[in-house]
């Protein structure tokens, strides 16, 4: 490929052999810093995909540098019709400086050249800064996708009937089993093809991709990492990639994928079987709860005995929704010439809202918010009570292209 000058001080270019240590280091340190990590470094453990993803496709992995010095890479991958990309990361001193979009541009041109219809990527769903960079690219959020994971059980072994791994196949026979492989992926989604992840795995010894037949066809599979080196790293068993050809029986030969997965799980050593490299962050703290207004008057005693949100509760999440219905309960209700003030994230709301029935936040944005009331005497502007915050979160997650609506 050729040489890319994308920005006057950075220079996009495939990653080469000598860049993968800075570009695991990066990768480490740039999820580790936006996830909070207290050892940025350690974000992966002994799993890798630095290596195993360059040695597989090195054509498929760009590199950013500044001055001599790698700052950035994106990987690429090629499944025949679909592509994705990722892991991006940049190194932390130089976000939104424009180094990922720098990547970006080129990554583009890439799937272009393939011939890629599809493109997709993960990311963080309650994340502006990685929406909002996607959306550049023509890249809208769709679906939210479950993070499963289940400890292998402590059952002896048993052998799953006509499931194998894709290590026991002959040499001879393996160009045969992935193009039974392309033909499974085909038939779920036209010109799907993960031969690239079954060849690495059996190449680079990153786990095994196990095989379930029926009648001499291939019924399913799943392309499995496992151990140190691996996407999954020790102890853990990632399904990177499974599919079950299509048919009133697949549900039946689905069960006997997990079951074949288990098992292999289990022999590999593994504790736990993961669908995704297992990522764990905490949400940002709620907004505190406004500070009373200097000067106010402390509440009389004993006018109010229970003073509180009723709804929503403390931690509830509002689904793929801007309205979030709320209440505030006072006992006893609300005294004449009393009124009650209800503050979101530290701003009042304009309007009065009555003791002890519903009342709806509208155009409530996704995120992490605190809700509070307190009560005002209408003739002192005193504040009389005032409750507890309560903390509530919004998603949206389907928020869609203009394109689709
Ligand atoms: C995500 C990541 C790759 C972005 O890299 P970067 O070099 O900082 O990205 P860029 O500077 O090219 O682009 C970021 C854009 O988002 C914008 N942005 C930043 N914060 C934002 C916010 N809160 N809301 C909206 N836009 C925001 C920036 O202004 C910039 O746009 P601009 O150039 O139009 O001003 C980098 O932050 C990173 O490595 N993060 C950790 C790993 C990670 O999350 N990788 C991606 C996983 S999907």
Redesign the pocket.
């Known amino acids: 490929m050729a040489m890319m000058q994308a920005r006057s001080d950075i220079l996009v270019r495939p990653l080469v052999e000598s860049d993968l240590g800075d570009a695991a280091r990066i990768l480490c340190v740039?999820?580790g810093t936006?996830l909070g990590l207290a050892d940025p470094q350690r974000f992966l453990g002994d799993a890798d995909m630095v290596r195993s993803r360059w040695r597989a496709q090195p054509s498929g992995v760009l590199a950013a540098e500044h001055n001599g010095k790698l700052v950035?890479s994106n990987f690429i991958a090629n499944w025949g019709s679909f592509g994705f990309f990722?892991?991006?990361?940049?190194e932390p001193e130089?976000?939104?400086?424009?180094?990922?979009?720098r990547l970006l541009v080129p990554t583009m041109e890439i799937f272009k050249r393939w011939g890629t219809r599809h493109m997709g990527?993960?990311?963080?769903a309650d994340s502006?800064?990685?929406l909002?960079?996607y959306q550049k690219f023509g890249f809208w959020p769709r679906d939210l996708v479950a993070l499963m994971a289940k400890p292998v059980g402590e059952r002896p072994d048993t052998s799953v009937p006509d499931t194998v791994p894709f290590s026991a196949v002959s040499p001879e026979a393996r160009p045969g089993v992935l193009a039974a492989c392309r033909e499974v992926t085909d038939a779920n989604f036209r010109g799907l093809d993960v031969g690239i992840e079954v060849r690495a795995i059996a190449e680079q010894g990153l786990g095994d991709t196990i095989l379930v037949w029926k009648d001499q066809r291939l019924a399913a599979f799943a392309a499995c990492h496992t151990g140190a080196g691996s996407e999954a790293g020790s102890g853990v068993c990632y399904v990177k990639f499974a599919a079950v050809r299509p048919g009133p029986r697949a549900s039946e030969d689905f069960v006997r994928l997990l079951a074949g997965v288990e098992t292999f799980a289990r022999t590999a050593g593994a504790q736990k079987i993961t669908v995704q490299a297992a990522q764990t962050y905490s949400t940002p703290a709620a907004p505190r709860a406004p500070a009373q207004r200097p000067g106010a008057v402390l509440p009389p005693r004993g006018v109010y005995s229970a003073c509180t949100i009723s709804r929503p509760t403390n931690d509830e999440v509002f689904m793929n929704t801007s309205t979030v219905p709320a209440s505030v309960h006072l006992e006893p209700g609300v005294r004449p010439g009393d009124r009650i003030a209800v503050s979101l994230d530290g701003a009042a709301i304009p309007a009065n809202v009555p003791s002890d029935s519903e009342f709806t936040l509208t155009a409530v944005v996704r995120g992490t918010h605190a809700l509070s009331a307190t009560v005002i005497e209408e003739a002192t502007g005193n504040v009389i009570c005032q409750t507890p915050s309560v903390t509530f979160h919004v998603h949206q997650p389907t928020l869609l292209s203009p394109a689709r609506q």
């Open positions: 740039a999820f936006f950035g990722g892991p991006l990361t940049t130089y976000w939104n400086r424009g180094v990922a979009q990527l993960y990311t963080f502006p800064k990685h909002a960079l």
